[in-house]
């Protein structure tokens, strides 16, 4: 590939003002291409307003040079020699933290690479600064096309793949909608993509939600993960387990539910006044009745309340009754797994619905959690089954095939930031 030539601002600035015939030499000006002269004389305002800012700090440099009688090769020596000084301050600062000053005012850095690159090789410079071509080349467009009418302050004609206003508003109207605010991000997203309201992919959504409700990032450090407890098909893993919630009139309610593995789907709930071994059998029983599932196991903690005598009675009687036994594991003891999905949802359960309202009474309660448990089961997409709720997955419903709309919603996307009637962007499309 041909290299593309470059000439010296002041060449530039003599075409551009007319006045090539007193400052370049006839016989450099037969070199220089007719359409290159016609693009230098056809350059705008601002473009020779640049030239002439260029220009003024390259005659400071040339009357620095010339008062103290340094010369060009010994100018160079000096930048070099006051460049390692700057890399070692970037050592002792840091690379991030030294990275973030420099993006904190991307206009001035930008700007001054561009002043010096044709002193000294553009790429040397972002050596010098520990920049790569490629972000350098991200902060000159955001700088060169900003656009105040973008979402992303680019140009939408120039980067006509990102999100249109349209889509914005309607990130913007999911996540500040009363009846989402209690949803995770993804679930909301996934609600969109299945009512077709927006095609684009989780990871772009969290970008731009990310603009309207930063999330908070906890600071780093986890245990070594292992390999999760998880299903391969329904009712072949279940969990049950109790939790309390205290009511305005202070009065303890205890919560009992049964969740399945695979499906994370809400099999059998009840609100009770007293913990009980019986409550347990009988939801277990009414679970299991509906169901009939075979070779099912099913966990908990070991509280008397999970493994008293009603519920080892009631296994047998169903094992007799239907010809299939039921395994019954106590986490951390037959298993070496906690009974964290039960948990878990116990944890969504108050955290998201129940607290964010006064509950005065047990009705109340008993109402709040009815509403919860449709939600959760039959209209609130699941992290884990992206676009399917829990009730989907239970009843084998397939996860649709979202690549072909990807594909158009792109294509629609472009067309529409291209033929896009901005105003405001004052970049040469």
């Excluded at 000439?7 to 016989?27: C, D, F, L, S």
């Excluded at 995770?184 to 969290?206: A, G, N």
Aim: with cysteine; hydrophobic share 35%; glycine share 4%.
């Amino acid at each position: 590939m041909k290299s593309r030539k470059s000439y010296p601002t002041i060449i530039k600035w003599a075409y551009a003002k007319g006045r090539e015939n007193e400052i370049v030499p006839p016989k450099q000006r037969r070199l220089i291409p007719k359409q290159t002269i016609w693009q230098w004389k056809n350059l705008n305002l601002n473009a020779i307003d640049k030239l002439e800012e260029d220009l003024h700090l390259r005659q400071e440099i040339s009357s620095i040079n010339s008062k103290h009688g340094i010369n060009f090769k010994f100018h160079q020596q000096f930048l070099i020699a006051a460049t390692k000084i700057q890399l070692k301050t970037i050592e002792i600062i840091g690379e991030q933290k030294y990275h973030n000053i420099l993006a904190s005012d991307k206009v001035a850095f930008v700007r001054l690479i561009e002043h010096y690159s044709e002193l000294i090789d553009r790429g040397t410079l972002l050596k010098w600064f520990r920049i790569s071509t490629k972000r350098f080349l991200a902060w000159q467009s955001q700088v060169n096309y900003d656009c105040s009418s973008s979402v992303i302050s680019l140009c939408a004609k120039r980067y006509s793949n990102q999100t249109t206003m349209e889509e914005f508003q309607i990130i913007e109207k999911s996540l500040t909608d009363k009846n989402y605010l209690h949803w995770p991000k993804c679930s909301i997203h996934s609600m969109l993509l299945k009512q077709k309201k927006l095609i684009i992919s989780r990871s772009t959504f969290y970008k731009y939600a990310d603009q309207i409700k930063p999330t908070f990032k906890r600071p780093k450090g986890y245990r070594k993960k292992r390999a999760k407890l998880r299903a391969n098909q329904i009712n072949e893993l279940w969990h049950f387990d109790i939790s309390y919630f205290r009511t305005l009139d202070g009065q303890k309610h205890y919560i009992y539910a049964i969740i399945d593995n695979y499906s994370r789907k809400i099999l059998e709930w009840e609100v009770r006044s007293l913990i009980r071994n019986k409550y347990v059998s009988e939801m277990l029983l009414r679970a299991l009745g509906v169901q009939k599932p075979k070779l099912l196991k099913i966990m908990s903690d070991g509280g008397k309340e999970n493994v008293g005598k009603h519920v080892k009675i009631m296994l047998q009687k169903y094992k007799i009754e239907y010809g299939s036994e039921v395994k019954h594991m106590i986490a951390l003891k037959d298993i070496d797994y906690s009974n964290n999905m039960i948990e878990r949802f116990f944890r969504i359960m108050k955290s998201d619905y129940l607290y964010l309202t006064d509950i005065e009474n047990g009705d109340i309660l008993f109402d709040k959690i009815s509403h919860l448990m449709k939600e959760y089961n039959y209209v609130r997409p699941h992290y884990a089954h992206q676009l399917l709720t829990p009730h989907e997955v239970y009843i084998g419903i397939k996860l649709p095939d979202m690549k072909a709309r990807h594909i158009a919603a792109r294509i629609e996307r472009i067309n529409t930031n291209r033929t896009c009637s901005c105003t405001l962007c004052t970049c040469d499309t």
